[in-house]
């Protein structure tokens, strides 16, 4: 669901999906060099396989960031109070990931700003939870 | 059943700060790894009209400041962890002040909390960090946990 207005959410609505492709050794190249996190976890496939790894993974803080764009999405930035991100499971190199978000509390105080909690997952396509998060939005009443 | 491989007395301990410059290319660098789509991100022009006073940082970007250091890792070798043996199992931030290009960010961290699971098995360490920028701002602050395998 698409909504302007981000004052009309209640709790159960969904956020507009992200659905992320694929995730190539690129991305994760590129995501090193502006991160600067360069563990070889995540570049050196040998490195990788000695520690009982198929292959290279993808550096969590990439696929929360992707978590993050969706969120930045529907929300501003300056209405996020607080994000947060369990990483549940390893996510692998080709992995086709879908980022979702629910309003699963909305509140509105004396002032009339509006705060939600939203529950948010990254799911890959064969349906193992990478990630499970949370946010607090506030949206100021003006 | 094995020992927790972490001293608890670790609880507490304060790293050196670190102080970070925000350049507007770093921005637009990660905005690109991350694939962003909205401009104010990486595009001053855009930030501008939308009223910001230049490109706004994403909500992950804050990781980068320890990243970007000489050593980045040297943190966790400085209490005998090696890189090899973590994974990142968490990362909570809480925002107070908007993050911008130019701004120079002071990170104070220290750990926070280090516990076991599945009776001494696996062990986490979670490490607190809060980032001020150079009015002296408190702009957020993040816990970040490893999981010691």
Request: aromatic share 6%; net charge positive.
């Given at each position: 669901m698409m909504l302007d207005d981000i004052t009309q959410f209640e709790v159960g609505d969904q956020l507009s999906p992200l659905i992320i492709n694929k995730i190539t050794k690129k991305s994760l190249k590129r995501y090193a060099r502006a991160?600067?996190?360069?563990?070889?976890?995540?570049?050196d496939k040998d490195f990788a396989q000695k520690y009982g790894l198929p292959n290279v993974i993808v550096h969590g803080m990439l696929v929360m960031s992707y978590l993050g764009r969706m969120l930045t999405n529907t929300f501003?930035?300056?209405?996020?109070v607080d994000f947060s991100s369990q990483f549940i499971s390893m996510t692998h190199i080709n992995d086709k990931l879908s980022c979702a978000g629910k309003i699963i509390k909305k509140t509105t105080d004396i002032s009339g700003n509006i705060i939600y909690k939203v529950q948010l997952k990254v799911v890959s396509d064969?349906?193992?939870?990478?990630i499970i998060g949370k946010a607090s939005i506030i949206i100021l009443e003006n | 059943m094995k020992k927790s491989?972490?001293?608890?007395?670790?609880?507490g301990k304060q790293y050196p700060a670190i102080t970070y410059k925000i350049k507007k290319d770093m921005l637009v660098s990660f905005a690109k790894a991350t694939e962003?789509?909205?401009?104010?991100f990486f595009d001053e022009q855009i930030a501008k009209e939308k009223g910001h006073p230049t490109i706004v940082a994403p909500p992950?970007?804050?990781?980068?400041v320890t990243m970007q250091?000489?050593?980045?890792?040297e943190y966790l070798e400085k209490i005998n962890i090696?890189?090899?043996?973590?994974?990142?199992?968490g990362q909570e931030y809480s925002y107070y002040h908007p993050i911008y290009a130019g701004d120079e960010i002071k990170m104070k961290y220290k750990i926070d909390d280090i516990y076991d699971k599945k009776n001494g098995l696996i062990t986490f360490i979670a490490f607190r960090s809060k980032y001020i920028n150079q009015n002296n701002i408190k702009v957020a602050e993040s816990v970040s946990t490893l999981v010691i395998r």
């Open positions: 991160s600067g996190d360069y563990n070889p976890i995540h570049l501003p930035q300056a209405t996020i064969n349906n193992e939870k990478r | 491989v972490l001293n608890k007395k670790l609880i962003q789509v909205n401009p104010i992950t970007f804050l990781t980068v250091q000489e050593k980045p890792y090696s890189l090899s043996s973590v994974l990142h199992a």
